[in-house]
């Protein structure tokens, strides 16, 4: 089962770059969510979505994008990178609203620099 | 508005002994609470979750939690550490009342031969 699949694994990009991050999952889950994650803050919600076409702000979401076309792919999109965003970045699905019983099903992360 | 507390930010025990990971979180509502592990370079996999049912809650490999409302606590053990333990570990919780998610800080478990 390959779950949730982030792309790239890695990534270094100069101030100012675009890019997007990849996720995608099999599983046929409804919730996605993109989450950063910093050393000794946890992880810290950017944006989610509730299906296909619908997305809302987590808790940091400024300098990011997403959108929902399909059920399986959640793209985060980094607008213009500053050095504030270099940091972990996970996706994850869900069978239920993310702030309910369901668990989580993280993917392996992006490891994103920016010089 | 909810928080999660993990008091340890590394938990040091040798391999055979107990391990002991705490977690204290603070909810207005009837939370579901969670506990995942993250190996390195790795995302995170669920241990075990709380969401009112059985107060005490098995894991995989051995872990345990038992959800403590009058002491706000969710504490994570296990019997006997093992060297393939040694990994980061987050505490969860997830309040429906707020809509919100909220991941403790992590306690880093180091497992010494």
């Known amino acids: 089962n390959a779950g949730v699949t982030q792309t790239p694994k890695f990534q270094v990009l100069k101030t100012g770059q675009s890019m997007t991050l990849q996720c995608a999952q099999d599983?046929?889950?409804?919730?996605m969510s993109w989450y950063r994650q910093d050393p000794g803050m946890g992880l810290r919600l950017i944006h989610y979505s509730v299906g296909a076409g619908i997305t809302d702000q987590g808790e940091v979401p400024n300098g990011y994008n997403v959108s929902r076309s399909t059920t399986e792919d959640f793209p985060l999109r980094l607008l213009s990178a500053a050095p504030s965003q270099t940091s972990v970045y996970f996706c994850a699905s869900s069978p239920g609203q993310i702030w309910g019983n369901q668990p989580q099903h993280f993917g392996d992360g992006t490891r994103l620099s920016i010089l | 508005a909810q928080s999660v507390t993990q008091l340890d930010s590394h938990v040091s025990v040798s391999e055979g002994t107990p391990v002991l990971l705490r977690c204290n979180y603070s909810?207005?509502?009837?939370?579901?609470l969670f506990w995942y592990v993250q190996h390195p370079n790795k995302g995170l996999q669920l241990l075990l979750k709380y969401t009112s049912a059985a107060t005490l809650v098995k894991g995989i490999n051995g872990f345990e939690a038992e959800f403590k409302k009058s002491e706000t606590s969710f504490h994570l053990t296990k019997p006997s550490a093992h060297m393939s333990d040694a990994a980061e570990y987050f505490c969860?919780?997830?309040?429906?009342?707020?809509?919100?998610?909220?991941f403790g800080k992590g306690t880093m478990l180091l497992v010494s031969p």
């Open positions: 969860v919780v997830s309040d429906p009342g707020y809509s919100t998610l909220t």
């Open positions: 909810s207005s509502y009837s939370p579901s």
């Open positions: 599983m046929n889950h409804e919730y």
